[in-house]
């Protein structure tokens, strides 16, 4: 089963977190400069009452009126206890389904996280993360950084895969700070050999491809590679359509095939590029574990019911895709005894490299992305005071014309 997945890693990880100082520092993973509040606090305050805010909102829902992207921005900013994150969330759910749910901010989905960050909502916000289409929560990708890093400094590994989720269906792995968070959240995950669904392997399958294609070195490549083979195993029991489907994936069949092109590129390149042997022992296990199905399917031991959920699902290209197991399995080995031969198997475990590429780099990549979230909140503070100076003008405007009326009606009374 996947929880033989990562199972050769543990004792390594483990050696890992033993001897590394920056675990017992509690350093993970991003420095205090980085989710220091002090530039977002610095902004100008707004401060409002939240029930007059609230009863307006519903006031104006009641008239099936549009509620401005300013009011719901003013009531994400003036939370102070967790009670108003639940109302929030009520009112970010309300602007979704309203005609301008198109209009929710950049900074207002940035503040909603902080707020849930700092009022100990934390699972409020992966809530309204993972249910995006009804809340409208398309974080940036700094957002991302601080809701990754909470959960990591907190040991839940399993809730930091499932923001990575999110990042790789936005495909926002943009930062190089995203991409090494990402990379050490999901080989954490692993390395605690966790019981995973079909589901589950494919999520996490195509968050290890699309953040390991960022990184051209060998943690990104192990990570293509065991990215490529979770997908291939569910491609292999479920078809190639609940591989793609939902997914920014191509819905081109033979990941299998993909992953053993990873091994032939490695084999082929020059320089120091290697592949490291647990994904190597990782994909012993699911080839195994595949083969050890088929034979069981060829025997006639899978039930009525099972069979016939199979078959709808499973098409005959699958089928033909299913076939060359057997090829596949015989080419891993014959790649496996090259990549040994030549020296590019790194006896490192995943978690080790992704821990030591962490350690390397990320205080570098830190600096460029706090240069460029000082300019991005100047910028969102720019565009509000031009929303307020346009919501000012209108307001001004329309009472202006209201004067007018009430002033056209008393002419025309009097005569």
Known sequence: MAASVWKRCVTAAVKVKCLSPSFSGRRWLLSAAYTDTKVWEAREKDPQNLAILAQNMDRTYERNLPVSSLTVSRFVDNISSQQEVDQAEYYLYKFRHSPNCWYLRDWTIHSWIRQCLKYGAREKALHTLKNKVQYGIFPDDFTFNLLIDSYIKDGDFKSACSVVEEVMLQEAFDLPSTQILSLYALGSYLATRPQLTVSEERALG?????????????????????GNALLGKVEMLQGIHAVFKGM??????????????VMERVAAASGGVKLHKDTLDNMIDLLQELSATSDSDSSGEESAGEEEKKDSAVDEDDQAEQAKLPQYV????????????QGKVDSASFQASVTALAQQN??????????????????WEAEKRQLVQRENELKEKAEQERQERLAARAAAQQA
């Open 206 to 226: 195509a968050s290890l491809l699309i953040c390991g294609l960022t990184q051209d070195n060998t943690v990104g490549l192990s990570a293509q590679l065991l």
């Open 248 to 261: 920014p994936l191509s819905w081109e069949r033979g990941y299998l095939g993909r992953a053993l092109a």
């Open 362 to 379: 990320l205080a570098t990549v830190e600096k460029l992305d706090l240069d460029q979230y000082e300019s991005r909140v100047q910028a």
């Open 330 to 341: 015989s080419r891993f080995k014959e790649m496996s005894s090259q990549l040994e031969s």
